[in-house]
RNA sequence: GGCCCCAUCGUCUAGCCCGGUCAGGACACAGGAUUUUCAUUCCUGCAACAGGGGUUCGAAUCCCCUUGGGGUCACCA
């Protein structure tokens, strides 16, 4: 019989949501939904010291944002004592466990460890054998009286009838301990698949010197989570075809465990930063919009008096020009900023330049004169005012692109200055002219 | 160090299980085209089977060894 699939994510509450565990959720969430199974989310907060209500809420939050939805819990082992001691109960009493006096600790129940070979099954590494005489008996009752964590995994992997544990190979030295506790249980054991870590670009295991791992630190920096979610998906993955845009759906229907690699892979920015880019550029506009939106109120950009319709024109204005939506906060920080700063290189550049205060001024009466500020208005009128005097576009759009927006790159000059309306495109440019001529006078 | 895992371009990977295509794609990088700037887009290029033994007519693919990398050795999970 076909039992129906049940996969869990058990994360413990000592810190955010680590992009390498991002995965193991992904994985897990997706090897359920791929089979029509349930997702679990379990909670190992049997740690007192470093557990926090605030990394629980942390990690469900930046689970919610990835869209990784579970179907039951999160089940808390700390609500769940009672449980762990009645089976550690049924340990002491066939002999398979005993209590261990630490003149310091107190009094702890461990487990004693066969002296035998043990064949760990695994979906992504086949077979692997320990001795596990080599191992030492294990604590799996601390004296603070809650589980250790070989045990409550078990315990509750077996309660929550779990079929499929699929977690980092950082775990499978675990795999001796878990299995004897399973036997002497009397406990059905799941399948396992132990994935390959992620490792920093440098190859070493990824850490906080390799700047950000946690999901919530590349939510901030303005990464997508549909991006984060299929680039983490494509580390130790892959449909086998060339396919690598996939929406959390498609992988739902892709997923296949029988697809994971064995080897670790590096965490390559880069990629990332690409796979946002594609992702910013294909959001649906008014999404993009929000997005944008809710990044630049999070950065305290005061947006009084831009309404959807205008906010949706940035980002269409924007979003082939960013990789991030933090790029587009430092790229478009000039439409909202008084006083804008002038880059002295593009200062130079354009418009400390012969002849330019001439056509920046002809421009700004152009500008002056008129009343429809749409952007192909704009472009009509000076698409006409090149022809008249013989100028290539270019050679009108710099100055003007320099002077409103204080360098040289921007979108389209025209929808530049409609985004930016009339009364700051015109102040901008008259203060720039007032300060030209000194700037370029002839020596 | 003991035990365990792993090994294709700089990176993510396809191909491997069921040996036989110029070892394919993507990121990055380098050229070029388009373009009012930036960017996008489109071409082109660069670049890998860790090494050594086997098995075989034939090995990236199967086996062994070496080397290299990683993980783990807690009353942390």
């Known amino acids: 019989m076909t039992e129906k ?51 629980t809420q942390a990690i469900l939050d930046s689970l919610s944002w990835l869209g990784i939805n579970w179907d039951e819990g999160p089940v808390f082992q700390s609500q769940r004592l009672d449980r762990y001691r009645e089976a550690a109960e049924k340990l002491l009493a066939s002999g398979e466990a005993y209590c261990d006096e630490d003149p310091e600790k107190g009094r702890a129940v461990k487990m004693r460890m066969p002296r035998r070979i043990i064949k760990v099954p695994d979906l992504v590494h086949d077979e692997i054998e320990f001795d596990a005489s080599l191992n030492d008996d294990f604590v799996i009752i601390k004296s603070d009286g809650f589980p250790a964590y070989n045990f409550a995994c078990v315990v509750d992997d077996a309660d929550l009838a779990i079929t499929h544990v699929i977690r980092g190979d950082e775990h499978l030295s675990n795999m001796p301990r878990q299995l004897v506790l399973y036997e002497a249980l009397g406990l059905p054991a799941p399948q396992f698949a132990h994935i390959p870590m992620i490792l920093g670009p440098d190859g070493a295991k990824l850490s906080k010197r390799h700047g950000a791992t946690s999901v919530t630190e590349y939510h901030d920096k303005g990464f997508l989570p ?26 739902c229907g892709l ?31 008014e999404r993009l919009a929000a997005d944008i939106r809710e990044y630049l109120v999070r950065k305290n950009v ?67 004169a008129q009343d429809d500020w749409a952007s192909d208005r704009l472009e009509e009128r000076f698409r006409v005012f090149c022809e008249e005097t013989g100028r290539a576009l270019g050679k009108v759009a710099q100055p003007i692109r320099v002077a409103v927006t204080g360098s040289t790159a921007s979108p389209p000059i025209f929808e530049t200055l409609a985004l930016l309306g009339r009364d700051k495109s015109l102040s901008r440019i008259d203060s720039v002219l007032k300060r030209l001529p000194t700037a370029s006078s002839p020596e």
Do not use: C
């Open 5 to 55: 699939v049940r996969t869990r994510f058990a994360p413990s509450p000592t810190g955010y949501l680590h992009v390498g565990g991002a995965r193991t959720a992904l994985y897990n969430f997706l090897y359920a939904r791929r089979h029509g199974g349930t997702f679990i989310l379990r909670i190992e907060d049997t740690d007192r010291e470093r557990s926090e209500d605030r990394f």
């Open 226 to 251: 549909e991006a984060l979610a299929n680039f983490v998906a494509l580390l130790g993955w892959s449909p086998g075809n060339d396919l690598e845009i996939m929406s959390i759906e498609d992988m």
């Open 255 to 285: 997923f296949d465990l029988s697809r994971a690699r064995k080897n670790a892979s590096r965490f390559d920015n880069e990629k990332l930063m690409w796979m946002n880019g594609q992702y910013l550029m294909n959001l649906p506009a």
């Open 302 to 368: 005061d947006l009084a008096g831009y309404d959807d319709v205008w906010m949706t024109r940035l980002a269409e204005a924007y979003r082939i020009r960013i990789k991030t939506l933090d790029d587009l906060y430092v790229a478009a920080a000039y439409v909202f900023a008084d006083e804008i700063e002038y880059d002295p290189a593009s200062m130079k550049k354009v418009l400390e330049k012969e002849g330019v205060l001439d056509v920046l001024s002809a421009s700004r009466d152009i500008l002056a």
